[in-house]
């Protein structure tokens, strides 16, 4: 029998989208996204002085809209948060579950989404830089990409290398722009004037970005320019090979995952004769889902399992139960 | 004994290259891939104005008989589609059938070939764009080409990875131009005039192309855009480390894929001792084909199948069959 | 006992550098290799033209003796290859042998290495193109690399897919130029003069070069600039991921032929208790280096084979011998 | 009973940051880094010519004081190196061991970080270049990278491979400088002057860096150019999937490592019944943090093979120890 939910309850089961909540939650989220992506794209085409000028009423309209629909939302989930399965959870007052709230990450990207406008329509002020800093309103987004989060996971997973992939990057930065610098500043003192302005050099050069605007003119010069060039390739494969033996790295760990909990399940069961009930289908095809795996690859480890189970409960010599 | 075909039947089996007509259908592909390049070449060619004007002619011809052959191609494909194994097996009358054809992605590009071409034939219109159109020909060639619906299946698979990746860039795109629009704004208001001018040199700079022709000059920019150089090899890293573990992946499942196939063909035959027949090595022969497996590795895991049963078939205690 | 050689035989074994001139053909390839190598680089420099005329005997007393080296090389090859191993095994005469090595790719590349200059001592020639031909001496360096060979293997083997990404490349490039031809003819006639021309963009675009020497001006081309760097990113993706893939596979083949290898022969001596004798070990040695396997790995993949082996020879149960 | 340590084996003892001295050495060590990072971003501003006159003394201080620490550390290393594990298993007098130290890269290191500036301070040079030189301080860092010696593990292990690689790009390199000097020397003597001036731009072309201060003009050139930028795809591609292949093997083999770890172990004690006793399951828990494995798996490793020891103990069968 279901409990009569309060409205705060209400709202913030709409906001996990949980329960009878999943259709509703998902249309306020593909309604808030679009919000965002309209915001974003508005405030980079106002940067254009000649639409902005033709435009101004429409997008002070739009900005006004949303922005009070983001403070709106902003009250809201500070109001709700407390019946938030993860909030409820905390000991203590109301108080200290909504403060608890406020310093976490996407509560802080919330209210940057609004401060800068506010800050604006307080004070007289109308800076480039605030309107600009509006942009950061498409760190709403993180709120709702799961992808993106297993990508970042692999940055994380990856960590001690790409660092020391940096740190070799940055040693031979350094040694690539004092390099040029020695050779080429006698003869372009405008372009290599100091270290710091070689490295610009070195920087578009070991990324392969080589945007030409500052090259090396003298013989010996571009002798050590093609050495860096070559340099440059090396150090582009490196992240990109520690990212790409992550991602396969990530990929079997899912599988030897999802494998594992099927051998749980499968060698849980010692009453029935070596088949899996629903309770047990739908928790493996649940945790297959969030594995991102498909499900041509889940029915075949869930089969393999239960071969082998059953082979066990015979015995293989004398076809009798052991 | 073999049943006469009808003429439509038998055209029907040309195009799919079916039985008997296996060697005619390879030969009527080889000359339409040909004829598609030829166009290609000369509408590429015909854009250079003094090669238009001295060979006007013969260019005139060759798009005369290629739009004949195209459209000659396209009513018999879709008069004899109804015969075709995949719409034959449709319910309903012909007209449905070739309506559903017709409808179809190969059959809308087929039309897309040669439709520019017949609009400029009837209507005294000689317009460069549509000139340039024709050469969505081109299309015409994804028919023929498996192994690239195998490269293109990776790009599918890491679906939702590829998208968080282009969500990344695409934030990273919009903060990179948001911050070099505002430090370098003032200082070059031609080539930074808008944040959308600046996606110019973010575009560039993020992707590694770095064209030069905008580049900041400000100390402050070219620091932001150093970083904003070192950010883009993370953003070329990801989608080559993805693919990179995507096609890994594929190749694994494909042979695991075969592995299985074989199971089944050497555990399904009871009766003799461990052999597989005539008619299960041409299937596992196809099979191995179709999945670009080396012969090699192919008879690997046929015998290594074989062994494992075998050893099954007789106790490995008593020498005894259990 | 060893047999008298006669010297057409000798020298076959040191070319080939089999049993006792092992030693003696190590030191010839590398007296070869330096030759080569001191001619490219002496080619490559005399390109500059102070250098030439300063050095004007020296280069030509170099090249006097290259020349004089490569060809009797190339007489001793041909005249030694009737005892190489190789042709040995061919029936006929030694005319046909020799005929036949005339053909091959080494000996081609050996004849192109002299034939330019020959052309010019005999011809009162001295045309630039003739001399920078000699620079195809580098390809006999091809006889020596096997890690080469590996590595070339490689692109062979995703043969069919590497055609499939360079299609779906050249597909790209063609709309890629023709769509940047539409849009910036009309304002760069001279750079986007026609579809070819504007292949070169398109080309220093799509493999992320960028030299920037052409670049679209108007908003709309820069949007479809913009698209076409992200697409770059794609097209410099798929090889590379290909590639690695491609890598990772061979590496786990020549791994899975040892493990096989060792497999064969620990259970192919049935009659000792299970260690291998010196012969054994001698050959697996061999194949190991032939594979570039680490020694670790072998000896554990050797180790697991004879522990595998034990534990078949007395049964898990009884202790005893089945 | 900890016996009682002299002054140079609690030095030798801090620096190697062992048993008691695990904290001190570390403090010791993150003060020398940031002294080290410090004096390598002084020296990269204090070529900015403006900077250098303004903070003159600063800079001059900061110097003296960094050379007057590094060269006592390098002395009190130098002193203590007799009692580091390494160098006290040396036989012979404390004066060899002080020379063998004084011979090894890091020692040599140590020595090139303060050698330039004594010999400023000693003679009364000024230049630029050993002003420079001092950058090579950055080098001081590899002693505190372990990371940074696996990434570089993974450039010897595939050695072979990337030389073979490099001398691909090698030959592609010479080949395409030697064309694009053919093609365009007669019409652009100033930038393709000589095959060494060509290779300029065939470097950048290569590698994909692409700077676009030297293009081709001519139709010919440009089309040699285009073939040019797609061989950089393949050269781009070889280096970074050999690095993922072996960052993956890398991987592998650290998982297999660990897993023979474990194996021995659980084998090795035959006495208790199955479980791993405290020292064990410590020296698993250091060699796990060595290899850099996530706890999860090693834990996982851990379990599976004592349920495969557990399941030999006792006879499957009939459920009583063989």
New interface residues.
């Given amino acids: 029998m279901k409990k009569t939910l309060t409205l705060r309850q209400r709202i913030a089961g709409l906001f996990e989208g949980t329960g009878d909540y999943q259709r509703a939650g998902h249309i306020l989220d593909v309604a808030l996204i679009s919000l965002i992506m309209i915001n ?1 794209v508005a ?3 106002e ?3 000649s639409v902005a000028q033709q435009y101004y009423d429409a997008f002070l309209m739009l900005e006004i809209i949303s922005v009070a629909i983001f403070a709106i939302e902003y009250c809201v989930r500070l109001w709700a948060c407390v019946d938030k399965t993860k909030y409820a959870a905390i000991e203590g007052s109301n108080t200290k579950r909504r403060l608890k709230y406020l310093l976490s990450p996407l509560a802080i990207i919330d209210l940057i989404a609004i401060l800068p406008s506010l800050l604006m329509f307080l004070f007289p002020l109308d800076l ?2 605030l309107r ?1 800093l509006r ?1 950061l309103r ?2 709403k ?1 993180t709120r709702y ?1 799961r ?2 989060q ?2 970042l996971q ?2 994380v997973n990856e960590g ?2 790409l ?3 940096f ?3 940055a ?1 031979v930065l ?2 690539a ?2 390099g040029v ?2 050779i080429e ?1 006698d003869v372009q003192p405008d372009k290599f ?5 070689a ?2 050099w070195a ?3 070991l ?7 500052v ?1 090396p003119i003298t ?1 010996l010069g ?1 002798l050590f ?2 050495v860096i ?2 340099l ?18 990530q ?1 079997r ?1 899912r599988r030897q995952f999802f494998e ?1 909990a099927v051998n749980e399940q499968v060698h849980g069961n010692t009453i029935n004769d070596g088949s899996l009930n629903d309770e047990q289908r739908n928790h493996l095809e649940d945790l297959r889902h969030k594995l ?1 795996l498909s499900k041509l ?1 889940a029915n ?1 480890a869930i089969k393999a399992q239960l071969n082998e189970r059953n082979s ?1 409960l015979f ?5 009798k139960r ?1």
């Fill in positions: 974003v405030i980079v085409i940067s254009i002085a480039r830089f600009v942009l498409v760190f987004l990409s992808a993106m297993l990508l692999a940055f001690s290398a660092f020391a992939a740190f070799i990057m040693v350094i040694l722009s004092c610098y020695l500043h004037e100091s270290i710091p302005a490295m610009w920087m578009a050069t990324t392969t970005v080589g945007y030409g605007d090259v013989p571009k320019g093609g060039t070559l440059s390739m090396g150090m582009v494969a490196i992240p990109t090979g520690l990212l790409a033996s992550s991602f396969s790295e990929l760990k594992d991102g690859e075949k066990h015995c293989r010599n004398c076809g052991p």
